[in-house]
Nanobody, 123 residues
Framework: QVQLVQSGGGSVQAGGSLRLSCAAS????????MGWFRQAPGQEREGVAR????????FYADSVKGRFTISQDNAKNTLYLQMNSLKPGDTAMYYC????????????????WGQGTQVTVSS
């Protein structure tokens, strides 16, 4: 059974940094698509970044380009999201997700989701 367990997040002042982690288990398929999404209260879920495991070029939403970095440790089956220069507008619940195929689906049609972790950025 596929499991995605998130850690990291928390509260930080604007301009600060946080790192999110997502430990994945329960699958043997390679490569797969993994991504980070976020959802603020009253807003739709938004894709932040996604990548095919195995070293493909990642995709970033325009709102986070140059500030966020998605990376992976294949030996640990762990996905990371390094968030720098955080802004109050980045405040949201962040979710990691996995799609067990060698392509990334459109939108948020991922089959597996982490439990979510809150990121709060104060001004």
């Amino acid at each position: 059974q596929v499991q995605l367990v998130q850690s990291g997040g928390g509260s930080v002042q604007a301009g600060g940094s946080l790192r999110l982690s997502c430990a994945a288990s329960g699958y043997n398929y390679r490569p797969i698509c993994m991504g980070w999404f976020r959802q603020a209260p009253g807003q739709e879920r938004e894709g932040v970044a996604r990548v095919l495991t195995g070293g493909s070029s990642p995709f970033y939403a325009d709102s986070v380009k140059g500030r966020f970095t998605i990376s992976q440790d294949n030996a640990k089956n762990t996905l990371y999201l390094q968030m720098n220069s955080l802004k109050p507008g980045d405040t949201a619940m962040y979710y990691c997700a996995a799609h067990l195929a060698a392509y990334c689906p459109g939108g948020y049609r991922f089959g597996y989701w982490g439990q979510g972790t809150q990121v709060t950025v104060s001004s």
